[in-house]
């Protein structure tokens, strides 16, 4: 493959994927904010019990998809490092969409048997835990070798967004859905930026 066209396909696949992993904001807001953004979690959306749940899993689907496409272009021609962690945050992103929680956790009221404490989890909605988790620390790489690279303050300013929302969740009250939507958009604009170098230079 020419080293334009290798760098054409990194900057492609990294703003599309950017832009179609933020794409839920907008789906939900078109939709009519079924589920109060305040505290409803992104990855809420795609419950199993979510009428338009295929929506934000085909969003991130695409987006996991080009993420990965963007990382072996990079990884090929460019940082091998940020290539890596834009593989495993692809790749992460797939299984987010492909392991969907049973009931939006933010509202414990649409839990299933929501009077019965002995409630059981599927794999599908405990799996979904680990992959957001691996997405969350392949996330931090990107933003350390945004700093890395550019050497400005943004990655490490998105990273807290990322530690933020860590603790956000712990404690609702702090507006959990707010922060993330926030820390969402910081790190697509993130990725708009890296798309901006030359993914067919080799970064050092």
């Not at 495993?88 to 956790?105: E, K, N, Q, R, V």
């Not at 794999?123 to 890395?148: P, Q």
């Not at 702090?174 to 901006?196: I, K, N, W």
């Amino acid at each position: 493959m020419k080293t334009l066209d290798r760098a054409k396909i990194y900057r492609t696949a990294l703003r599309v994927g950017a832009v179609s992993y933020s794409g839920g904001m907008l789906g939900e807001a078109l939709l009519g904010w079924k589920l109060d953004p305040q505290v409803t979690l992104l990855s809420e959306l795609a419950a199993r019990d979510r009428e338009h749940r295929r929506l934000f899993q085909v969003l991130d689907l695409g987006a996991g998809s080009l993420f990965i496409t963007a990382g072996m272009t990079q990884r090929s021609g460019g940082s091998k490092w940020l290539g890596s962690w834009l593989e495993l945050f692809g790749a992460a992103t797939i299984g987010d969409a492909l392991s969907p929680l049973d009931y939006p956790i933010s509202h414990d009221h649409l839990r299933p048997g929501h009077a019965q404490k002995d409630w059981t989890p599927s794999v599908s909605h405990t799996m979904h835990y680990v992959t957001t988790t691996v997405a969350g620390v392949a996330a931090a790489g990107i933003c350390l070798e945004h700093w890395r690279i550019l050497r400005t303050c943004a990655g490490p300013a998105v990273g807290l967004l990322l530690l933020s929302e860590t603790l956000t969740v712990l404690f609702p009250k702090l507006l959990p859905g707010v922060v993330q939507r926030v820390q969402t958009l910081a790190f697509s604009a993130l990725c708009l930026d890296l798309a901006a170098l030359d993914g067919a230079k080799p970064q050092t």
